[in-house]
């Protein structure tokens, strides 16, 4: 079994800069595609990034292209989410997910991944 650990959330203003990173541990990290969602207070849980095994196949939803960055270490079996120009509509609860066998047309959808981590707090002061 996947464990998965978020890290680098907090507090920043607005046009700030945050890096997430996410922690995997227990499985071939290499082995699966890799994901980030977020969950603002009140609202559902929605996607932001994936990665695929290899570093050049990146997915982002609108709102967040040309500003965050996803990316991924295999050897440290860890993946970031460089977060910059930072909005008050980017505060949210950030998680990060494990996927086996995606594909891109179903990465958005969070029922399609395997393992979740516990998230991390995102809050973009105005």
């Known amino acids: 079994q996947v464990q998965l650990v978020e890290s680098g959330g907090g507090l920043v203003q607005a046009g700030g800069s945050l890096r997430l990173s996410c922690a995997a541990s227990?499985?071939?990290?290499?082995?699966?595609?890799m994901g980030w969602f977020r969950q603002p207070p009140g609202k559902e849980r929605e996607f932001v990034a994936a990665i695929s095994r290899s570093v050049s196949n990146t997915y982002y939803t609108d709102s967040v292209k040309g500003r965050f960055t996803i990316s991924r270490d295999n050897a440290k079996n860890t993946v970031y989410l460089q977060m910059n120009s930072l909005k008050p509509e980017d505060t949210a609860v950030y998680y990060c997910a494990a996927g086996a066998s995606l594909a891109p047309g179903s990465l958005r959808y969070a029922e399609e991944y395997d393992y979740w981590g516990q998230g991390t707090q995102v809050t973009v002061s105005s």
């Open positions: 227990g499985r071939t990290f290499s082995s699966y595609f």
